[in-house]
Each structure stands twice: as C-alpha cells, then as structure tokens.
C-alpha cells in the first residue's frame, strides 16, 4: 500500500521569502509524484509532476520539487512567494500503470503574509 | 482543454434523502473518480471506475454507490444522506497519470 506524508498543516510565510512544504511517501513498488494547488472554492489544479527522468521538476510560477528516492521524499519549494500563492498544497502519488489511483497527502495551507 | 463538470456547487439536503451527485468529463476518459474532502484529513478515494459498468471501492465506500452508464457521466449516490457525509466531493478523470478535476460539490447535510 502506498502512503503519503505531509507533516505541516499550515505554513505563515511573509511575502517574497522562500518556502518549503514538505511530503514524504511510503510504497513498495514505482509511484509517480504529483502536487497539486487548491486556491478557495476551487478545485485541484496540478502544478507540478514527477514521471520519470530529471528528479527536478519545475512549474510555470517559480515553483519546483525534487525528487528524493533514498528519503522518499518530494519536497516542494519556491524561493520567493507572493501573495496571490496563498492556498491549499496537496501532495500525492499514484500507481505507475492500471488504474493510477491517486492517495493523497492531508495538505498544507500555505498563508503569504504582506 | 479537458474538462471535468460536476452538476452543482452547492447542494443543501436533509437527512434521509436520496442525493445524487453528476460528474461528466469531456475527453473520453476511462477512469474517473470520486473523492471527499474534509478539513486536516485530505482527499479520501470513495469509488472509482476505470470503465463502463466497472466500478471499485476506495477507502471510504459506506453509506455512498455510484453508477457509471456511459463513458462520460460518473454519478456518485448517497442512499440516505447522514449529517456525517456533510463534505466537499470532488470528481477527478484521469489521463494516463495526470488526474483532472472538477470544481467540487459542497454538500450541506442538515
């Protein structure tokens, strides 16, 4: 079974300052990582994807996650936020064939302060 | 662009009723899902089809059964709504890896 970690709830960062929100997974066979951004009453929104290849991957608004498989983690950052990034992160992993069923992580709420 | 539909936004129902939640995809996905979300406990898989007629369990399937009649429309249905499946439900198709999503329901269950 696979699962997904995501130790921070909510994360206060002032504008222009980096951020790092963290994800850590569990599995026993090939996943494929994803996060995903939630802006209110919104749905999810993929912003960025691991498949295969380079372990860093880049969105188009600055953000970037690298790909760490000896500490199974999929850490997501962007050096220098703005206020218009407050939202809700949800990292997750799927399966690399049949399905792709998606377990997601409990998300983290990322609050840019001005 | 694909395009994920869920029917409403915003559904007020009482206990007891029969609710029925439509998501309808527009690029001939097989797999479609169904999700809930509630605060600090993330997305939970309720069902998922990955074909006509073809449907499974995810890790929340009590009290809620789907319908999938035709590749494009994913009906989750909830027999007899509680107050406890008062949530947001979002619907997801997938193309290979990459899932796409709908904008989500939010059921009030009073």
């Known amino acids: 079974a696979q699962s997904v970690t995501q130790l921070d709830s909510q994360v206060p960062v002032f504008e222009e300052a980096p951020v790092e929100l963290r994800c850590n997974y569990s599995?026993?066979?090939?996943?494929?990582l994803f996060w995903y951004v939630q802006y209110p009453n919104q749905g999810l929104q993929l912003l960025l994807k691991y498949l295969s290849g380079s372990t860093l991957v880049e969105s188009i608004n600055g953000f970037e996650a690298e790909f760490n498989k000896s500490q199974t983690s999929f850490h997501l950052r962007k050096p220098s936020v703005h206020i218009s990034d407050t939202a809700e992160y949800f990292c997750a992993v799927s399966l690399t064939s049949g399905t792709y069923k998606y377990i997601f992580g409990t998300g983290t709420r990322l609050k840019v302060l001005a | 662009d694909v395009k994920v539909t869920q029917s409403s936004r915003y559904l007020v129902k009482r206990t007891g009723e029969k609710v029925f939640l439509e998501c309808v995809q527009d690029m001939d996905h097989e797999n479609m899902f169904w999700y809930r979300q509630d605060p600090g406990l993330g997305l939970r898989l309720i069902y998922f089809?990955?074909?006509?007629?073809?449907?499974e369990k995810g890790d929340i399937p009590e009290g809620y059964s789907v319908s999938r009649e035709k590749k494009e429309r994913f009906s989750l249905i909830l027999e007899s709504a509680s107050t406890n499946q008062t949530s947001m439900y979002l619907c997801?198709?997938?193309?290979?890896?990459?899932?796409?999503f709908g904008q989500g329901t939010r059921l009030t269950v009073v």
């Open positions: 089809s990955y074909d006509v007629k073809m449907k």
């Open positions: 599995s026993s066979v090939s996943v494929y």
């Open positions: 997801a198709s997938t193309s290979g890896a990459q899932a796409f």
